[in-house]
């Protein structure tokens, strides 16, 4: 909270600069300023970071006494919240609201001490009685707006857009604007009243990160990466610019990506999240040892999280490093034995190692969990065929033929395990259904095809 003689300058930060000081209007009032604590907390760090002061030092009034008691009222007030003691403030206020309902700047006061006291619904009707009797009361307008904009942002926007019109010049009534509208969905109308903001204090970080957000949401990376840049000019460890630039780069696949999430990893190494996108980017580009290094870095001795195993997995797949990669993923499953990817990648591993029983063993697994996964399936048959099970083979194809239509290749593979069984007539079939499809992309198996094709029509003949 802070009091007359300690409003902030205008790039001080101070998590009790949201609300607006409300100027003199009365010879016998006080200023004050609401606690960012009595905001929902996820509005604080909007709101709070580099907080602007958006008007002048107001000078100290000389001091008009009121008739007695009515201004002994106001002075056990100021004293109350000048000790933070709001519960005090409210009935001496109240006693002298009895008296005189009509001075807007006690309502004011009063919903301040109510705001503190995390009392909404009566700060809110203070608010809009203070606005009531004083319509120009720019203040009221402002503090009744970041009041509601925590928990009703439709209803924030009136007082908020009335706040702007009536303090033109400042730029953190159009920003408070903007997270409103943010709130209520309509990005393009938040994008300009953060301009807007922007424009009047180009150096204020809360409006351009949270303009640059709003530029990523309207997928406008470039508008975004360009004002997390300005941020990162002013505050080169900007943690959310940081982030954000990463999170643009991203999404335009500059090269630059991956250097970006680790300059913001680099301040903040716990976020698993960013991590893991590194990680996959470089996965992705095939730098498995660089890979391995950061989930070395994420879990310096300490038991690797289910993620982080999955990851390490996965890198050691695309290392072919296949007894790695099983070890792994047993580790993986005993802390989620009911994952059925973990049993199906490592069935499809087990699979690469021609480890057909282990390999069978895990897919079926997988399919207990999830027994409508086709890929599942299709690695089964898989399994089937190459370990010499050409009846199980047939039947997991089947299974896949009623899911989705059968490709070349499946066909293909039809055609082999019926060849093995002799049935001849539907291993024709099968051989002249690859073959329509194929169109000679596979000219080993078209050749094997044809010359099987011939054997079988022979065989065929000969049965006549």
Known sequence: MIRASQQPSSRQTSKASIFLKFPTRLAVGFIFLVGAQHVAPQFIGQLTANAQSSSKPAPQPKTQKLANPLNDYLDEAKQAIDTNNFEAAIAPLQKFLAEKPDVAYAHFQLAYAYTALKRIDEARTEYQQAIVLDPKMAEAYLNLGILLLANDPPSSLAPLRKAVELLPSQSRPRFLLGIALERDGDLPAAAESMEGAAHLDPHDLDTLTHLADIYLQLKRPADATAKFREVLALQKDN?????????????????????????????????????????????????????????????????????????????????????????????????????????GGLGRVYLQKRDFPSAEKELKAALQIDGNNIVYWKDLSSTYYLGGNCPAALNALDVVAKAETPSAGTWFIRALCLDKLNQYQPALEAYQKFLDLDKDKNPNQVWQAQQRSKVLRRKLEEKR
């Open 239 to 343: 943690a959310p610019a940081l982030l954000g630039l990463a999170k643009c780069l991203d999404d335009e696949r500059s090269p630059e990506t991956a250097d970006a999430y680790r300059s913001y990893l680099a301040a903040h190494p716990e976020d698993s999240v960013a991590r893991a996108r590194l990680v996959r980017l470089l996965l992705d580009h095939q730098q498995y040892d660089v890979a391995i290094a950061e989930l070395d870095r994420a879990d310096p001795g300490g038991a690797p999280s289910l993620d982080s195993l999955r990851m390490r997995a996965d890198i050691q797949i695309g290392q072919k490093k296949w007894d790695d990669a099983i070890a792994t993923l047993q580790r993986a499953i005993a802390l989620a034995p009911s994952d059925a990817q973990l049993h």
